[in-house]
């Protein structure tokens, strides 16, 4: 089943979008110039020129990168916890292993109660 859906996602989803990309990339071959420079922009001090299809692709990389380390820095309290719980659990079952070995055997013989009778019998 889980094959199956993976199939199903790939020609679904994933073949499409490569298509799209495939063609974005196809159709945006020209050549940019990138500049570095805010103060001359005729003659920049340092500047790139590469087609435009890269430089998107790059900045959309980017993109997900910053996002996903902004992700990662604002979950770090509910790693923190999740840590902290994970660490509880540990201790509390080592604890119920120590207590569950202090009781006794329920499958041991219980030892005989003894009772006083008097010496009447009664």
Request: aromatic share 10%.
């Amino acid at each position: 089943m889980d094959q199956m859906v993976r199939k199903l996602v790939f020609w679904l989803v994933l073949m499409p979008l490569a298509i799209i990309i495939l063609m974005f990339a196809v159709a945006n071959r020209e050549l940019v110039t990138v500049s570095f420079d805010p103060f001359n922009s005729t003659a920049p001090a340092a500047s790139i020129t590469l087609p435009l299809f890269i430089l998107i692709f790059a900045l959309v990389g980017l993109g997900v990168i910053v996002g996903g380390v902004a992700s990662w820095l604002r979950q770090s309290r509910y790693r923190k916890a999740a840590r902290r719980a994970d660490a509880d659990v540990y201790h509390l079952r080592r604890e119920i292993q120590t207590l569950n070995a202090r009781l006794p055997d329920p499958n041991a013989p219980q030892p005989t109660q003894l009772g006083y009778r008097s010496p009447s019998g009664e």
